[in-house]
């Protein structure tokens, strides 16, 4: 989609993504366990609003439109009707247009188009946020809930863990049509968790001990876990994005929204195109190929008048490992079959020619389903804005692109940001 006004990130903030493996998840190992309990989703509804109006300064009045990206808060959480949670951070946001949207993982990227396309109307000045709570249930439980994002009825017998039995599946239709092992993949692995190792609000940033050599093989902390024996040996552990709680906010405004709260343009960046592409439920046309994300980012390309070799930094959906090496080929960053020497020639990493996820991506810096979309619009802005700290990139990127999938590549929301 071309804009028809300016729209500009003004900035945002994060909390922790926190789950098993973060020093403050409580689980019943845990010293604190008892004694206080990990934040609801109405905690990182209010923080999260909140984190974001002192980061940028921005006055809530001004607020015009406020859209939440969430997924699954009925069942995680046992509560909808979101929008109407998000007043209760600030007295200002009532009587405002505010709402909940869902796409599955996709979920906080079409809150951001949402947001976009308010202020292509008639609204100035938009609050967007994306959050879940995921660990309130057991694993399989909770597997359960997140394949509703599948074609529940034809889709979630595959397995007990069905999104990953998905990925799997693609895991396995990409290593056999292209001759490739766990090893050729597991560089994608590494870069994640060393790039979550530097970034103090990732989920894994502690873990230190999944580099390539452990992601390249079964061993007793790395197992294939799945029940399904068509594809239980094409997926390990390491290959999987990483069941998180937490919460992203941004403001995004128009040049007159900029105006009103007295922001200069040279600290924002622009989004200066979208795409959004969905396909049908159940009905993968090639399990090695992203061909609705690459309808999405194709639709970017086009309308930006900008190429992937515009482009400076990334940030793409890794709900598994395969899913970035998928990317980058819908990316046109590399040919097909060939996503693999992308990872393996360095050309991802953070000082390579194209970096992509810096922060650690859905596998390290974490995946709050609903948070993700937002995420990652922050995060590029946050690289161009030189914010990321030891995880910022060595050269400022002038263009950068996010790419956020709901479901196995049923939604795709893709934007461009340019550097003001």
């Known amino acids: 989609m071309k804009l028809r006004r300016p729209v500009y990130v003004v900035g945002g903030a994060h909390t922790n993504y926190i789950g098993k493996f973060h020093p403050d998840f409580i689980w019943k190992k845990h010293p604190d366990?008892?004694?206080?309990?990990?934040?609801?989703?109405?905690?990182?509804i209010v923080?999260?609003?909140?984190?974001?109006?002192?980061?940028?300064?921005v006055d809530p009045s001004l607020i015009d439109k406020g859209y939440l990206g969430n997924f699954a808060g009925q069942l995680f959480s046992n509560q909808g009707h979101?929008?109407?949670?998000m007043p209760i951070a600030h007295e200002a946001l009532g009587y405002k247009p505010l709402a909940r949207v869902e796409a599955a993982c996709a979920s906080g990227g079409i809150a951001a188009l949402a947001?976009?396309?308010a202020l292509q109307g008639m609204a100035d000045v938009a609050l967007?946020?994306?959050?879940?709570?995921?660990?309130?249930?057991?694993?399989?439980?909770?597997?359960?809930?997140?394949?509703?994002?599948?074609?529940?009825a034809t889709e979630r017998e595959l397995d007990e863990f069905t999104f990953p039995c998905l990925f799997a599946r693609r895991m396995k239709a990409y290593q056999e049509t292209h001759g490739v092992s766990h090893a050729d993949i597991a560089p994608v692995v590494a870069k994640a968790y060393a790039n979550a190792n530097k970034n103090p609000n990732a989920h894994m940033r502690t873990v230190t001990w999944i580099d390539e050599a452990f992601a390249s093989g079964v061993n007793p902390k790395n197992p294939a876990f799945l029940r399904n024996e068509d594809y239980r040996d094409h997926l390990l552990i390491s290959d999987c994005s990483q069941v998180s709680d937490g919460a992203t906010g941004i403001i995004i405004a128009t040049e007159e929204g900029l105006a009103k709260m007295g922001i200069d343009k040279s600290a924002c960046t622009e989004i200066v195109a979208y795409g959004h592409s969905t396909s049908a439920l159940g009905q993968v046309k090639d399990f090695t190929r992203l061909d609705n994300a690459e309808a999405a980012i194709n639709e970017a390309?086009?309308?930006?008048?900008?190429?992937?070799?515009?482009?400076?930094?990334?940030?793409?959906?890794?709900?598994?490992s395969v899913t970035e090496v998928l990317m980058y080929e819908a990316l046109g960053l590399t040919g097909?079959?060939?996503?693999?020497?992308?990872?393996?020639?360095?050309?991802?990493?953070i000082d390579g020619r194209l970096p992509i996820n810096t922060g650690g991506g859905l596998m390290a810096f974490g995946h709050p389903v609903g948070a993700t979309g937002v995420k990652q619009i922050f995060e590029v802005h946050r690289q161009m804005k030189g914010q990321c700290g030891d995880y910022q990139m060595p050269t400022t990127p002038g263009v950068g692109l996010t790419?956020?999938?709901g479901g196995d590549d049923r939604t795709t929301v893709v934007t461009i940001q340019r550097n003001t």
């Open 47 to 57: 923080t999260i609003i909140n984190k974001t109006l002192e980061a940028t300064g």
């Open 128 to 152: 967007v946020i994306g959050a879940e709570v995921q660990t309130s249930v057991s694993a399989r439980q909770g597997a359960d809930f997140l394949a509703r994002a599948s074609h529940y």
């Open 301 to 320: 390309y086009r309308d930006s008048g900008l190429s992937v070799a515009d482009m400076g930094v990334g940030e793409v959906h890794d709900c598994f």
């Open 115 to 117: 947001s976009i396309d």
């Open 403 to 405: 790419a956020n999938m």
């Open 82 to 85: 979101l929008g109407a949670m």
């Open 33 to 44: 366990f008892g004694k206080r309990q990990n934040p609801t989703l109405e905690d990182y």
């Open 336 to 349: 097909y079959g060939k996503g693999t020497e992308a990872a393996k020639d360095g050309s991802t990493q």
